[in-house]
């Protein structure tokens, strides 16, 4: 068999396995609509899963950058509060409004990933460690600040007032195609993305091309951190304050995000990673909307289910791996 002949079945093999995977969806859909009596496919429901789905997409598309490349980091729930109030303030207590909002939070965002993977890649440890102490640090600086505020201005953190139409329909929809464009671009058509991905598939093959491997993890976390503050943006002008957490319970931020990244990663023999991650977060959201439909409460049955499909998708993206998980 000739190679062109090889790549056109690897094609058609992947063609027909969408089709497979996107019916299989389409299914369950038709399906669950039936068991909620017609209201999930409604404008107004759609809408909703939607709209919550958008925060999830980038925060996910973020960790794809930074994930890849072999970096776990844990402190992305810390620094997504940390920074989205850091944001507030300057909008709201500086006066700078919109400016101030997204420009703040995403440099926020940027500065404090970058500490965090800094950490873990110039002293040698796991990153799965120094995310968890960053994370730890980003909460106590907020909850510093939250007990600050509490005692000057009666409210433990800032509440965002006007400029928030960053969390408002279609506005929110647009970014989100807008941003899926640019991750998908930036993942799959230039140097970084082959990199960040060669680097997390093979070390040694990325040594043999020369790949400085610092310097596109770096990169990748400050690219990845961008899409990280839109999130923060997006999810702060859509709830009007994130309040601050301690102990970790940041970490509930980004269940949905880590669900979403492992269930992309499951099907990145199918379809690419941007676009499972787009397909995967408004799948989940969808399932929990469904779950809110049927009356299963939220902060128990709902986090088990969650619980549940993380550790589902983390079977599904490693089925088949030779070798230690990490």
């Known amino acids: 068999m000739s190679f062109s002949q090889k790549n056109n079945n690897e094609k058609m093999k992947r063609i027909r396995n969408q089709i497979i995977l996107f019916a299989g969806i389409a299914l369950l859909v038709v399906i669950s609509n039936l068991i909620v009596g017609g209201s999930l496919l409604t404008f107004g429901n759609l809408k909703t899963i939607i709209s919550h789905a958008i925060f999830p997409s980038f925060v996910t598309w973020g960790m794809m950058f930074i994930f890849t490349s072999?970096?776990?980091?844990?402190?992305?729930?810390?620094?997504?509060?940390l920074s989205a109030n850091v944001g507030a303030i300057f909008a709201m207590d500086l006066g700078m409004g919109y400016f101030g909002l997204i420009f703040a939070t995403i440099l926020c965002t940027v500065?404090?990933?970058?500490?965090?993977?800094?950490?873990?890649?110039s002293l040698k440890i796991p990153s799965w460690i120094s995310g968890l102490g960053m994370a730890l640090v980003f909460e106590a600086i907020l909850t510093i600040y939250a007990t600050i505020r509490s005692k000057t201005e009666g409210s433990s953190v800032i509440t965002l007032k006007g400029f928030r139409g960053m969390g408002t329909m279609p506005l929110m929809a647009i970014v989100w195609i807008v941003g899926f464009i640019i991750a998908y671009l930036l993942f799959n058509r230039t140097t970084l993305g082959l990199n960040i991905r060669a680097i997390g598939g093979n070390e040694g093959v990325a040594d043999a091309m020369g790949i400085d491997k610092k310097k596109t993890i770096l990169l990748g976390a400050l690219v990845g951190a961008v899409f990280i503050g839109l999130a923060a943006v997006i999810q702060e002008s859509y709830a009007g304050k994130l309040s601050s957490q301690s102990g970790l319970g940041s970490l509930s931020t980004?269940?949905?995000?880590?669900?979403?990244?492992?269930?992309?990663?499951?099907?990145?023999?199918?379809?690419?990673?941007?676009?499972?991650?787009?397909?995967?977060?408004?799948f989940i959201t969808g399932l929990f909307n469904v779950l809110t439909l049927l009356g299963v409460p939220s902060g128990t049955g709902q986090e088990i289910c969650l619980g549940g499909i993380v550790i589902l998708c983390g079977i599904i993206s490693h089925w088949g791996f030779k070798g230690v998980v990490k």
């Open 70 to 81: 072999g970096i776990i980091d844990l402190s992305i729930g810390a620094n997504i509060l």
């Open 111 to 121: 500065v404090l990933e970058q500490l965090s993977v800094n950490c873990s890649v």
């Open 254 to 282: 980004i269940f949905k995000s880590l669900a979403t990244v492992l269930l992309a990663g499951s099907f990145e023999r199918i379809i690419s990673m941007p676009v499972g991650i787009m397909v995967g977060s408004v």
